[in-house]
């Protein structure tokens, strides 16, 4: 792989389903990429209801490069799967319809595959909004009252990492694993990387990786977006335990203690309102610098964007139900080594 000679041939995959606003600019970052190697674009059509699968035929009349395929269930595991299958080259680039490549992304991500004998690599979600609420969702996420200390949206030093962002993949560590686990409705990536894991291979996150991420356009998408995070984090604790952490139990905790903090001021001592008080005073206090250089309108709703995000995720993971769990372990693929791990 010897990319300063013959740069590998790279497939592009891209589940998307609703994404009318932001996929011609996501296909168009792929394509205007400054890789001296061979490309494609997979785009995995899901059932859509708007105008995406119009501008996907658009986008393959537009360039030879983009082909679609369809994805009836318009899940994002199987959307992958498709895409996997439908592609041919021996580098893979996991990219979403609302996410936009930097420049440079596909050579830095085949160099860093090669420099680190990474299965694959991956880097930072810029969150970036295009009105005041966006903006304001996006500074929330890329804070750590957001989102605590995670790498892939706040930053950090290159080193191994137990999951990325996205990802840029051998395909032979995709075909060996069996592609992902279509019962992962969320998390996929997570469970994917686990399986590549265990089978020896190492997941690398470098900082010199950036993908741009459009943020949910209103507070209701947000809190379904992130209740779902919340329900299936905690099945991926149930599925692989040892995996959670305090930056995870964090927003059910603090859920429960807001709810116990209320009951208890409304009904026994005002006092016990000090800890949703606190709360609150914590987020304002945390929004002030996350907004700096902000407009005034968005850095007013960054402390509701930071509240959307916490109670959503902690009343997710509270609410997850076990029998979720207990079906997505049903379906547990082992690792699968390959020769140079079984020797």
């Not at 389903?17 to 490309?39: C, P, S």
């Not at 983009?66 to 592609?87: D, E, F, Q, W, Y």
């Not at 936009?100 to 880097?123: D, F, H, K, Q, W």
């Not at 804070?143 to 962002?165: L, R, W």
Request: with cysteine; hydrophobic share 45%; aromatic share 6%.
């Amino acid at each position: 792989m010897k990319s300063d000679v013959h740069p590998p041939a790279v497939s592009v995959i891209m589940p998307v389903l609703n994404e009318e606003r932001h996929l011609r600019e996501a296909v168009h970052a792929i394509l205007q990429q400054e890789y001296a190697g061979e490309m494609e674009v997979v785009v995995a059509l899901g059932p859509s209801t708007d105008r995406t699968d119009e501008i996907a035929a658009e986008l393959v009349k537009e360039d030879p490069r983009v082909h679609t395929v369809p994805n009836p269930t318009g899940r994002t595991p199987a959307a992958l799967n498709a895409a996997i299958k439908a592609s041919r080259h021996p580098i893979v680039v996991r990219v979403d319809g609302h996410a936009a490549l930097s420049p440079g992304y596909i050579t830095t991500a085949v160099r860093l595959l090669e420099e680190t004998g990474a299965m694959n690599v991956g880097g930072i979600m810029h969150a970036e909004g295009q009105n005041d609420w966006e903006h304001a969702v996006a500074a929330a996420m890329t804070s750590k009252i957001g989102v605590g200390n995670a790498a892939f949206h706040t930053g950090g030093d290159a080193q191994q990492a137990e999951t990325v962002y996205l990802g840029v993949f051998r395909r032979e560590a995709l075909e060996r694993q069996g592609g992902y686990n279509v019962e992962f409705i969320r998390a996929q990536d997570w469970e994917l990387n686990f399986r590549i894991r265990e089978a020896g291979g190492l997941i690398w996150f470098s900082p010199e990786l950036k993908v741009s991420y459009r943020p949910r356009p209103s507070v209701k998408a947000l809190s379904k977006q992130y209740k779902d995070y919340g329900r299936w984090r905690h099945v991926v604790a149930r599925y692989h335990q040892g995996s959670i952490n305090l930056r995870y139990l964090a927003p059910p905790v603090a859920v429960c203690a807001i709810a116990a903090g209320l009951v208890v001021g409304a009904l026994v001592t005002p006092w016990a309102l000090v800890v949703p008080g606190g709360y609150l005073a914590a987020i304002a206090a945390g929004s002030v610098p996350a907004g700096k250089g902000l407009p005034l309108k968005a850095r007013l709703q960054i402390p509701v964007a930071l509240a959307t995000m916490h109670m959503s995720w902690g009343w997710g993971f509270l609410t997850s139900p076990r029998s979720l769990a207990k079906k997505v372990i049903a379906s547990r693929r082992p690792a699968v080594l390959g020769e140079t791990q079984e020797a």
